[in-house]
C-alpha cells in the first residue's frame, strides 16, 4: 500500500504561482512513477504531468507545457507541481498517482494509487 498525500492548493489570481507536493508513505521501496492529474466541475478527470522514478523522463499535457514543471525528491518521498503563470481555466482539484510500475503515463488506469486531492482555484 501507498498512501499519497496532496498539499500546497489555494486560491490565486491570474498570472500567479503555487507549488503542489505530494508526500508518499507506506510501500515506497518499489520504483514508482508519479503523476498529476486534475478534475474541474462537471469535467472528467485529465492528465497534467508525469515523472519517471529516476526523474530522467517526463511529460506534460500540452495546455500546461510551459508553465507547469514536475519534479520529484526521492530521499524525501516528494513529488512537486510547480505552477506558474497560472489561469483560471487551471482551477480544479489535482491530485497525486503513483504507478508501481514506472510507466509515468498520460492514463489515469496505469495509475495504482492516488491522493485525495487539493483544490487549487485561480481567479481572473
Known amino acids: 500500500q501507498v498512501q499519497l498525500v496532496e498539499s500546497g492548493g489555494g486560491l490565486v489570481q491570474a498570472g500567479g504561482s503555487l507549488r503542489l507536493s505530494c508526500l508518499a508513505s507506506?510501500?515506497?521501496?518499489?520504483?514508482?512513477?508519479m503523476g498529476w492529474f486534475r478534475q474541474a466541475p462537471g469535467k472528467e478527470r485529465e492528465f497534467v504531468a508525469a515523472i519517471s522514478w529516476s526523474g530522467g523522463n517526463t511529460d506534460y499535457a500540452g495546455s500546461v507545457k510551459g508553465r507547469f514543471t514536475i519534479s520529484r525528491d526521492n530521499a524525501k518521498n516528494t513529488v512537486y507541481l510547480q505552477m506558474n503563470s497560472l489561469k483560471p481555466e487551471d482551477t480544479a482539484v489535482y491530485y497525486c498517482?503513483?504507478?508501481?510500475?514506472?510507466?509515468?503515463?498520460?492514463?489515469?488506469?496505469?495509475?495504482?494509487?492516488w491522493g485525495q486531492g487539493t483544490q487549487v482555484t485561480v481567479s481572473s
Open positions: 498517482a503513483a504507478d508501481l510500475q514506472n510507466r509515468y503515463s498520460t492514463n489515469s488506469r496505469t495509475y495504482n494509487y
Open positions: 507506506g510501500r515506497t521501496i518499489t520504483p514508482y512513477a
